[in-house]
């Protein structure tokens, strides 16, 4: 069933951003901007016989905007297009040889898109900045291809949603392993006394 992951990791990423973040701009414009994905994910437009997802083209903007913050801006970018190339290929080897996928492709494919953002930066809002426009990316060059092989498929459809969202979790989970991890050997540190 696509999009179940999509709506209640949404669901729950605004519950954390409306009632946990402390009351800034920041908060007020997540929390719309997570409101106004949820509803337009059933709305689609037309471009040139390609149908786009409006939620697609809510992340895709609201990735611009947050990517468009972080220095150096280069890096980043050049970081996106390897995880879009990279996610692309995915895809592209999906659709030839669907063999491959030895595990469920809501697992095989955003574990590789994270491992492959892991290597390229450090920080929670650098890695979700460039995996969030580096998937975008790449569902957009994915669906270029299939229109010009004359195979039309919709850009940001749900099963992307999903794959973004768990891409997402992956990331946010990392996080706070590591965060939890130091607190952990830091409060041992103080524990424990040192050795003479």
């Keep these: 069933m696509d999009g179940i992951f999509f709506y209640w990791l949404c669901w729950m990423i605004w519950v954390v951003v409306t009632f946990l973040m402390p009351k800034e701009k920041t ?14 994910s059933n709305l689609y437009i037309s471009v040139y016989n390609v149908e786009v997802s409006m939620a697609y083209v809510c992340v895709f903007l609201g990735s611009i905007l947050y990517i468009k913050s972080l220095k150096p801006l280069s890096y980043h970018l050049f970081s ?25 492709r809501l697992i095989i494919i955003p574990v ?3 491992l492959l ?5 450090k920080g929670l809002s650098s890695r979700l900045a460039i995996s969030t426009l580096g998937l975008c990316g790449g569902e957009l060059l994915y669906c270029i291809l299939l229109t010009n092989l004359s195979m039309p498929d919709i850009v940001g459809e749900l099963l992307f949603l999903d794959t973004l969202l768990i891409v997402l979790l992956l990331l946010g989970s990392i996080e ?16 424990i006394p040192k050795g003479r």
């Excluded at 996106?80 to 990279?86: D, F, H, L, R």
């Excluded at 706070?176 to 524990?191: D, P, R, T």
């Design 27 to 40: 908060r007020t414009m997540m929390a719309v901007w997570i409101l106004l994905t949820l509803t337009s």
């Design 80 to 104: 996106a297009m390897t995880i879009m190339i990279g996610y692309s290929s995915i895809l592209i080897w999906e659709s030839i040889a669907p063999v491959w996928l030895f595990m469920p």
């Design 112 to 114: 590789l898109c994270v």
């Design 117 to 121: 953002t892991l290597v390229l930066t």
């Design 176 to 191: 706070i392993y590591q965060i939890g991890k130091n607190k952990f050997f830091l409060y041992l540190s103080k524990v």
